[in-house]
């Protein structure tokens, strides 16, 4: 046994294909699939049905690929205190961050990054919440940039910062004359919302706490992306919500169209969220620092507040 066949038990349970998992590990698929027999008959039990398509552990098979994860967590430990004893950060950082959060965060803070930290390798990759947690449970990424609090006591969570949430509303709107607005003052049938399975859709809808009423619109669109909102309301009137680090790549004229919530304003909570079992702490330190340092100065002072769940 070696931790290489442990590295591709896990690549075939996390493809489900053992073509997959062995591009996934560079190596051809017999050299795969012998490596994987060769465990299977040291430890004289199958770990996977290769009757199945797609292919899926046994129940034997699925304890040992969860040990065999944490042995390689171990092993990857001891790479990293051997580079924290000579001083080095460096190594392969997989993130994944929510696509409501990546537009205007990653600007902030890669370049300085990866400028100050040349040795490390940042992988990124944008996806909804739900996938970010499942990719962190199986060990496909080391961390995730996203809007918390999750509730679940298999991952860590680090707040980074707080945003504000404000109006982005259309000039012939009823309250694009107040100055601040109440999430009770948005008609909800004139509200533009992002697709399922954003997280912030959902926060919108608890914020505001209304549903859309059926059969009071001739037209209904929802959106994959917040700039795609924003042009909605400037072409088709409506409100829509957008968060605090939008706001500062807008125009002066789209700035008219912002509007501030009435206090205490709804935030939302941005973190940094790892696997317990998580070891490349001093990378990903590294990285919470440097996004903190990045955000603008009122974002940074701000202490949590009226946050919305998720």
């Given at each position: 046994m070696n931790l290489q066949q442990l590295?591709?038990?896990?690549?075939?349970e996390n493809h489900r294909h053992f073509a997959k998992a062995a591009e996934a590990c560079f190596v051809t698929q017999p050299t795969?699939?012998?490596?994987?027999?060769?465990?299977?008959?040291e430890?004289?039990?199958?770990?996977?049905?290769?009757?199945?398509?797609?292919v899926v552990p046994t129940p034997i098979g699925e304890c040992m690929i969860a040990q065999a994860r944490r042995i390689l967590a171990e092993a990857e430990k001891l790479k990293q205190m051997a580079m924290e004893e000579k001083g080095v950060i460096a190594g392969t950082l997989r993130l994944g961050i929510i696509p409501t959060l990546a537009p205007y965060l990653l600007p902030l803070f890669l370049k300085s990054f990866t400028t100050k930290y040349p040795g490390v390798t940042l992988k990124l990759t944008e996806m909804v919440t739900d996938q970010i947690v499942d990719e962190l449970k199986r060990g496909k990424i080391d961390a995730g940039l996203l809007v918390t609090p999750l509730y679940d006591n298999s991952l860590k969570e680090r707040p980074l910062f707080y945003e504000e949430f404000y109006a982005y509303v259309g000039k012939d709107e009823q309250i694009f004359s107040?100055?601040?607005?109440?999430?009770?003052d948005i008609n909800p049938n004139r509200l533009w919302l992002l697709e399922e399975g954003h997280c912030f859709r959902s926060q919108i809808l608890k914020l505001c706490e209304l549903k859309k009423e059926s059969g009071t619109s001739n037209f209904e669109y929802e959106a994959g992306s917040i700039e795609t909102l924003i042009r909605l309301v400037e072409q088709s009137q409506g409100v829509t919500i957008i968060p605090e680090l939008a706001i500062d790549g807008l125009t002066a004229n789209q700035q008219q169209h912002v509007r501030p919530f009435a206090g205490p304003a709804p935030l939302r909570e941005v973190s940094v969220v790892t696997h317990?079992?998580?070891?490349?702490?001093?990378?990903?330190?590294?990285?919470?620092?440097e996004i903190i340092k990045s955000v603008p100065q009122r974002i940074q002072e701000r202490k949590s507040g009226n946050v919305v769940d998720i």
């Open positions: 590295e591709y038990i896990i690549a075939v795969l699939s012998t490596m994987i027999q060769k465990l299977e008959d430890l004289e039990v199958r770990l996977f049905d290769r009757s199945k398509q797609p107040k100055e601040y607005i109440l999430p009770g317990r079992e998580q070891v490349k702490k001093r990378l990903i330190d590294s990285l919470t620092d």
